[in-house]
């Protein structure tokens, strides 16, 4: 295991632990809210570790990672973001897997939307339905990412329900795209 410091947006040190193999494919692994990175402990202490370079860290504001003081630092998507573009770069991942439990399907949700999915291998939502919320208006190739009768999620806005407007996300597994 190797731990990291890594400067995500807005200057925030992120802490960040990487397991596995070098050479295999990255798994880049993002935490719900009020969690950490040790709730993906059973993947990297699995056989997965042999198999793929798993990365995972602390989102801004839990675990190890800073929390910095101020409303606006936790309210723009584009630094959440910010902060995953800083760990695919500073470790030099070659186009990471996304996984996402819970919120951080809405962090990968910031980064595509802000960086695209170029230098994005794939994505996967676990426990999530953040790109489009309960009524999705973002399309896979002409069908909805998700439909669901859970109504928790009826008073998010807009930008957090969907996206982007006009955006089409093809999203599967293991492959993943945003066109504008």
Known sequence: MKTHDVIGGGGVRLHVREWGSNT?????????????HLCWRYQYESALSEEFRIVAFDLRGHGMSEAPPGEELYTRGELWADDVAAIIDQLRLDRPIL????YGGFVICDYLRSYGAKNVRGVRSVVSRPLCGIRPRC???????????DRRHRGLPQSERCSRRGSTFTVSPWSASAVA
Not at 24 to 36: D, M
Not at 99 to 102: A, L
């Open 24 to 36: 295999g494919p990255s798994l880049l692994l993002i935490h719900g809210w009020s969690q950490n």
């Open 99 to 102: 996984v996402g439990w819970s």
């Open 139 to 149: 399309r896979v190739r002409g069908g909805p990412l998700w439909r669901s009768r």
